[in-house]
Each structure stands twice: as C-alpha cells, then as structure tokens.
Nanobody, 125 residues
Framework: QVQLVESGGGLVQAGGSLRLSCAAS????????MGWFRQAPGREREFVAS????????SYGDSVKGRFTISRDNAKNTGYLQMNSLKPEDTAVYYC??????????????????WGQGTQVTVSS
C-alpha cells in the first residue's frame, strides 16, 4: 500500500511558477515509478510527467515540455513538480501517482496503482 498527499497548489498569474510536492508513505518510495497527471473540468485525465525510481529517467507530456520539471528526493520520500511559465490552460487538479509493478517510465493513468487526492492549480490570465 502507498499513501500519497499532494501540496503546493494555488492561484498564480500567467507566467508565474508553482512547485507541487507529493509526500509518500507505505511501501519504500525508492522502489517505484512516480507520475503526475492533471484533470481539468470536462476533460480526461492528462499525463504530465513521470520519473523512474532512481530519478535518472524522466518523461513529459508534450504540453508541458520545457516548462515543467519532475524530480524526487528518495531520502525524504517526496516527489516534486516544478511548474514554470504557467499558462491559463494549465489550470487543473494535479494528482501524483505511484506505479508499483513493472519497470520503466509510465505515461498511462491505467499503469498507476495509487493516487493522491489532488491539489488545485489555477492560472489567471
């Protein structure tokens, strides 16, 4: 079992930055891939970023490449999503997730086993 708690969301103006955190507990954090997804009202959940257990390999959705950075600190059992140059279209609830089985980067929501409750990010124009 894994418990995930996101924090760091809020209201920011376009062009601004936010840093989301995902605090994990339960199974050893350094043994699984972690990902971030987002969901805006009326839209499907969208892949944002994924990071391998070691932190050495990352992957990003096309809409956030070059603006967002995913990272993790296995000693602190915490993952991060640094979001820069935010746009109004980034407005969504952001979720962190854990993929406990298999190996490698995961870009599909169905590949993740545990999810946090989400944190709201609102970008004003």
């Amino acid at each position: 079992q894994v418990q995930l708690v996101e924090s760091g969301g809020g209201l920011v103006q376009a062009g601004g930055s936010l840093r989301l955190s995902c605090a994990a507990s339960g199974r050893t954090f350094s043994t699984y891939t972690m990902g971030w997804f987002r969901q805006a009202p009326g839209r499907e959940r969208e892949f944002v970023a994924s990071i391998l257990w070691s932190g050495r390999i990352t992957s990003y959705g096309d809409s956030v490449k070059g603006r967002f950075t995913i990272s993790r600190d296995n000693a602190k059992n915490t993952g991060y999503l640094q979001m820069n140059s935010l746009k109004p279209e980034d407005t969504a609830v952001y979720y962190c997730a854990a993929a406990l089985y298999g190996s490698g980067i995961r870009e599909s929501a169905g590949q993740y086993n545990f999810w946090g409750q989400g944190t709201q990010v609102t970008v004003s124009s």
